[in-house]
């Protein structure tokens, strides 16, 4: 799979837009851009995907790159709630299956 | 179901011990993925499933490690004579299909000690 990188961390007030970056400049065409996010003593969590166009959701919106080597989940208020690990993941699309490999992610503090 | 469902939610096991972790799907998702996360570290593929096939088992730490699926539905993973470094949290997930264009379903995993 495709690498990507993140921040390691990052932080935000609450009811603030927050903006998490990720970087795939390996991408292929037919490989997806998965967001899932971990809140502590939990599961993953889907958030959201796209491959070319911008998607919005209720939990969030990702913006991608028009070369899709970037992209960016906008959380656009940010609550308590948010704060987890967020993980940006590149899943092969076409005649391969979807494994997921995560990688470190990004850890998202949100202050009161 | 509504969601992921697994069981136990915790297991204490002696060193040396078998156990099993059971997983059900949501309905209808035919892809199933099994992944592990020690203390503090990320999350490691383990095992995947397409119905009752298992094309993928590359993720299995050892030949202590097993897993079936029965029915396209629910999926049971073994570790055999379980050893310290196996005590994780266990997670499962599903998919409707193949997932490079479906979001997968985490459940909330089986958190395993073995003392």
């Known amino acids: 799979d495709a690498k990507t990188t993140q921040p390691n961390s990052m932080e935000s007030n609450e009811e603030e837009p927050v903006h998490l970056p990720c970087n795939h400049s390996t991408i292929s065409g037919t490989d997806y851009i998965h967001w899932y996010r971990q809140l502590p003593s939990q599961g993953p969590e889907y958030v959201i995907h796209?491959?070319?166009s911008n998607v919005n959701n209720r939990m969030a919106s990702l913006a991608i790159a028009e070369d899709r080597k970037s992209s960016t989940l906008i959380l656009h208020r940010a609550t308590l709630r948010d704060a987890a690990v967020y993980y940006c993941?590149?899943?092969?699309?076409?005649?391969?299956?979807?494994?997921?490999?995560f990688g470190q992610g990004t850890i998202l503090t949100v202050h009161p | 179901g509504a969601g992921v469902s697994q069981s136990p939610s915790n297991k204490v096991t002696e060193k040396g011990k078998d156990v099993e972790l059971r997983c059900d799907p949501i309905s209808g998702h035919t892809a199933l993925y099994w992944y592990r996360q020690s203390l503090g570290q990320g999350l490691e593929f383990l095992i995947y499933f397409q119905g009752n096939s298992a094309p993928d088992k590359s993720g299995l730490p050892s030949d202590r490690f097993s897993a079936e699926r029965t029915g396209g539905s629910v999926s049971t993973l073994t570790i055999q004579r379980t050893q310290q470094e196996d005590s994780a949290v266990y997670l499962c997930a599903s998919s409707f299909r193949t997932g490079d264009n479906y979001g997968y379903t985490f459940g909330s995993g089986t958190r395993l000690t073995v003392v």
């Open positions: 993941i590149l899943v092969s699309g076409g005649t391969s299956y979807g494994k997921l490999t």
């Open positions: 796209g491959l070319t």
